[in-house]
């Protein structure tokens, strides 16, 4: 049976290569010519080259990635109105080994064997006639291969690392060689700290082949060093790492890359076993930060917040071109799949996703305190007057203006758009989704249009809540040693949102005074800045967090609107469930793969 299971994993990761490569003349006795090996692909560099870009079709964080945003409704953020999502389904218990929607192991365990094999075979492949050019070809592709295999570990790290029954913190076989039918297949598990010292071999690798970032230069001596020193001029630089190689794998993305498995090592979930410290952490945050300049916080775009509104200022980006606020970012595409999915009824959407009123809370109030204090002047009866701004603009309020249409979610509304009032389409919270929405796009299926889109693959934002995160607890809120501090971040990011702009910020102040109360502010403005973008189910579980908090709803019912906060889905997730399974049909296989504690 593993006979046979070696021989089907690779003829399903080959099988697409091959039919490129082969001729149908003769199905079962193909002419030896029409069969490609390496040596073949030595003299074909494009064919060498598909083997890289086979795997960067697993790529977690392009096509919606492993939960994004789907996964908001597995946690406190949010609920769904399909009973066949498969979020939902493990959030009320259907979590298993066997049943498991956010399973990376096959895909990018697949995606590594053509990585791998890619750099066995483009060590001697003929990359261009010109020398120089060849020679810089080899290194971009190759940098690409490590650096997307660092992110391929980490991913797997994420999704499958855990605590063995016999205590040890293992993470993901480590293979670095490309297999083949004489492999053994049945390897064990590394340890997790092996595999954050794999991604930090594979990302320095990536740096000393690659750029820092792929831009035409416009004369010889703007040609980077490392790449002089081969005897490169700027038209054999711009050919291979000009305009036309922007958003692909660079330097710093890498660089990126390390800095999200350090946060994630440094966790309490992995901080025990990973090796890995807060101050590493942040010093990797600091390091992605900086690209932005020597004084990073100064530049933080001003309108990051809000970079999923504007279509046409998307269409118009031009080069592979990334604003202040994206590191690393997908093509713009003009599309309306999130709109149908997520569009209130009227609106000819589904509503698939609800906001819950426990994400509606996090937010604070305008004058920065969160609704609980007493200084908020929070009016339950009037809940969102004088709030965060960022709330009518991430999420669909009743008698919210969307689209050009008033969308009413009271409880006794009159259209579909109305809480509970049809299943599978109606919101189930008092809620729908904006964020990450564009309100032109047209849904109506008789005249369908949609708007052009960009999914960040990667926000600066995310990292400088990284940095803040990681320096509270290395440091403390306002050690500054990297140039900036917890504070300064938290305080720009929350100028830029319009709370206490230009103002002093008195719960700010308040919280930089005490590092507990700091890393709840900064645990809170991780929730708000990156909901709907995948990050909150899994950083529930790194901080080991509560993940069974009663998901609630706002039911408005009357005339003046009376508000009631209702329960409107339980959760029932097990302690060991911080930490994901290794998928039982390997486990059956392969008699070496531990499993983690609890599955």
């Excluded at 299971?5 to 290569?17: D, G, Q």
């Amino acid at each position: 049976m593993k006979t046979f299971k070696k021989v089907a994993i690779l003829s399903t990761m080959i099988a697409p290569l091959m039919l490129s490569l082969t001729s149908c003349d003769d199905l079962f006795n193909p002419a030896p010519e029409n069969f490609k090996g390496e040596e073949d692909l030595k003299e074909m560099p494009s064919w060498a080259a598909g083997l890289l870009a086979h795997a960067y079709i697993s790529n977690p964080l392009g096509n919606g990635g492993e939960s994004y945003p789907w996964s908001e409704t597995a946690t406190d953020d949010a609920v769904s109105n399909d009973v066949n999502n498969g979020f939902r389904k493990i959030a009320g218990g259907a979590w298993r080994k066997d049943n498991n929607p956010l399973d990376q192991w096959q895909h990018l365990r697949a995606s590594m064997q053509y990585i791998n094999l890619f750099l066995k075979t483009s060590e001697d492949v003929t990359w261009a006639a010109d020398e120089v050019s060849s020679k810089l070809y080899k290194m971009r592709f190759q940098g690409d291969a490590y650096g997307m295999r660092a992110l391929y570990i980490y991913h797997l790290l994420r999704a499958h690392a855990g605590w063995t029954e016999d205590g040890k913190l293992l993470g993901v076989p480590i293979l670095t060689e490309p297999e083949n039918v004489n492999s053994q297949f049945n390897y064990p598990r590394n340890t997790f700290q092996e595999c954050i010292a794999q991604i930090d071999a594979d990302v320095n690798k990536a740096v000393e082949l690659l750029p820092e970032e792929y831009g035409d230069v416009n004369a010889d001596g703007d040609v980077p060093a490392k790449y002089q020193q081969l005897g490169a001029a700027a038209s054999q630089y711009n050919r291979v790492f000009g305009v036309t190689a922007k958003n692909r794998m660079s330097a710093r993305i890498a660089k990126a890359v390390r800095a999200q498995a350090y946060l994630l090592a440094a966790s309490p979930a992995f901080a025990e076993g990973s090796g890995v410290t807060w101050e590493q952490a942040a010093k990797a945050m600091a390091d992605v930060c900086k690209y932005l300049g020597s004084n990073p916080v100064s530049q933080l775009d001003p309108k990051g917040d809000d970079w999923f509104t504007n279509a046409d200022a998307l269409k118009n980006l031009a080069n592979g071109q990334n604003t202040n606020e994206w590191l690393w970012r997908t093509n713009a595409g003009e599309s309306s799949g999130m709109e149908e999915n997520n569009f209130p009824p009227t609106m000819f959407g589904k509503g698939r996703i609800n906001p819950s009123q426990n994400l509606v809370d996090a937010f604070p109030m305008a004058n920065g305190y969160p609704i609980s204090a007493a200084a908020a002047n929070y009016d339950a009866q009037n809940p969102y007057a004088n709030r965060d701004p960022r709330l009518a603009k991430f999420i669909v309020l009743n008698k919210s203006m969307f689209g050009g249409k008033e969308i009413v979610t009271a409880f006794d509304g009159t259209d579909n758009n109305a809480m509970d009032k049809k299943d599978g389409e109606s919101t189930r919270t008092g809620y729908y989704m904006r964020k990450l929405l564009n309100g032109d796009v047209n849904c109506n299926p008789t005249s369908k249009q949609g708007k052009h889109h960009i999914k960040p693959l990667m926000r600066f934002t995310e990292f400088f809540l990284g940095f803040a995160e990681a320096a509270n607890e290395a440091w403390g809120p306002r050690d500054s040693r990297m140039g900036f501090s917890a504070y300064d971040v938290m305080k720009a990011i929350r100028e830029r949102a319009g709370i206490c702009a230009n103002v002093d910020d008195p719960y700010l102040n308040e919280c930089a005074a005490d590092k507990d109360k700091m890393r709840e502010l900064i645990h809170n403005e991780r929730r708000i800045e990156l909901c709907f973008e995948g990050f909150r189910f899994w950083d529930l579980r790194r901080w080991k967090a509560d993940l069974n908090e009663t998901v609630k709803g706002m039911k408005i019912t009357g005339d003046p609107a009376h508000y009631e906060v209702v329960d409107v889905e339980t959760r029932s997730y097990k302690d060991y469930m911080y930490w994901g399974p290794i998928p039982y049909s390997e486990t059956l296989k392969y008699d070496q793969l531990q499993q983690n504690k609890g599955w």
